[in-house]
């Protein structure tokens, strides 16, 4: 192959096959990130609203921003506040007998009409269990009707 000739493809690959390689990979980054990308704040706290079943309760987000675990945990932190902010749910709540709040902070990975995913990236406060382990695993929660919340367990 002659020099003018090498010289030819790779001017070719540098000036035009490169740069394309470059722009897929950025527009399918792109792409994947705006495909997860979850609703704004607002939205979500509108979808979280109802009663969500996990494996050992039933935990009801009202609407004025506090919350209902059933049945009550052995802790006694049957209630608490919650919001979202930032694609994340903040739970605060207080155990008897103690004078600071507890709060996690949890990433909300999904959250449809039916769905809550989510995974535990925080929590402090009293009764963090020992050895806990974060960022947790991620869970997953089921709505169910307000009506059948008593009787799902």
Same mark, same amino acid.
């Given at each position: 192959?002659?020099?003018?000739?090498?010289?030819?493809?790779?001017?070719?690959?540098?000036?035009?096959?490169?740069?394309?390689?470059?722009?897929?990979?950025?527009?399918?980054?792109?792409?994947?990130?705006?495909? %997860?990308?979850?609703? *704004?704040?607002? &939205?979500?706290?509108?979808? @979280?609203?109802? $009663?969500?079943?996990?494996?050992?309760?039933? #935990?009801?987000?009202?609407?004025?921003?506090?919350?209902?675990?059933?049945?009550?945990?052995?802790?006694?932190?049957?209630?608490?506040?919650?919001?979202?902010?930032?694609?994340?749910?903040?739970?605060?709540?207080?155990?008897? %007998?103690?004078?600071? *709040?507890?709060? &996690?902070?949890?990433?909300? @990975?999904?959250? $449809?009409?039916?769905?809550?995913?989510?995974? #535990?990236?925080?929590?402090?406060?009293?009764?963090?269990?020992?050895?806990?382990?974060?960022?947790?695993?991620?869970?997953?929660?089921?709505?169910?009707?307000?009506?059948?919340?008593?009787?799902?367990?």
């Amino acid at each position: 192959m002659s020099k003018s000739r090498n010289r030819r493809k790779q001017t070719f690959v540098e000036i035009v096959v490169r740069p394309m390689r470059t722009a897929v990979v950025f527009v399918a980054l792109t792409a994947s990130m705006l495909a %997860g990308a979850l609703p *704004d704040d607002a &939205t979500l706290s509108r979808r @979280i609203l109802g $009663t969500w079943h996990s494996y050992r309760h039933d #935990t009801q987000y009202r609407a004025d921003g506090t919350w209902i675990l059933d049945p009550p945990d052995d802790g006694q932190n049957t209630r608490g506040k919650w919001r979202i902010e930032h694609g994340k749910l903040i739970e605060t709540w207080r155990f008897v %007998g103690e004078s600071s *709040d507890s709060t &996690t902070v949890d990433e909300i @990975i999904e959250l $449809t009409r039916n769905t809550l995913k989510f995974r #535990t990236l925080s929590q402090e406060g009293p009764g963090r269990p020992e050895g806990l382990v974060l960022p947790s695993g991620v869970y997953t929660l089921k709505r169910i009707k307000d009506d059948q919340a008593s009787h799902h367990k």
